[in-house]
Nanobody
Framework: QVQLVESGGGLVQPGGSLRLSCAASRRIFGINAMGWYRQAPGKERELVASITTGGSTNYAGSLKGRFTISRDNANTVTLQMNNLKPEDTAVYYC??????????WGQGTQVTVSS
């Protein structure tokens, strides 16, 4: 069962923008934090940004200022990515964590930054 559905990935030129969205199934109860991770070919998965129900955010240091994470409601998270660079190319994964510390992952959406 797909419990996190991501959308918004694609191909963009350097300097462009993309907006990723993730919707969590209502089968996931009591979501606290939601976030985005990414994994480039040959590299480990890394945190991009996360946000709690209370609105506290955490960003990978190198991305703050270009990426913005927001919660539209308890089950939806959005990542606005601006001034994209080729090194941002990766598969982006949505993650949700509930108050029971159960982790849920989306299937990933490809972001490619290339001219």
């Amino acid at each position: 069962q797909v419990q996190l559905v991501e959308s918004g990935g694609g191909l963009v030129q350097p300097g462009g923008s993309l907006r990723l969205s993730c919707a969590a199934s209502r089968r996931i109860f009591g979501i606290n934090a939601m976030g985005w991770y990414r994994q480039a070919p040959g590299k480990e998965r890394e945190l991009v940004a996360s946000i709690t129900t209370g609105g506290s955010t955490n960003y990978a240091g190198s991305l703050k200022g270009r990426f913005t994470i927001s919660r539209d409601n308890a089950n939806t998270v959005t990542l606005q990515m601006n001034n994209l660079k080729p090194e941002d190319t990766a598969v982006y994964y949505c993650k949700a964590v509930n108050y029971n510390y159960q982790h849920y992952w989306g299937q990933g959406t490809q972001v490619t930054v290339s001219s």
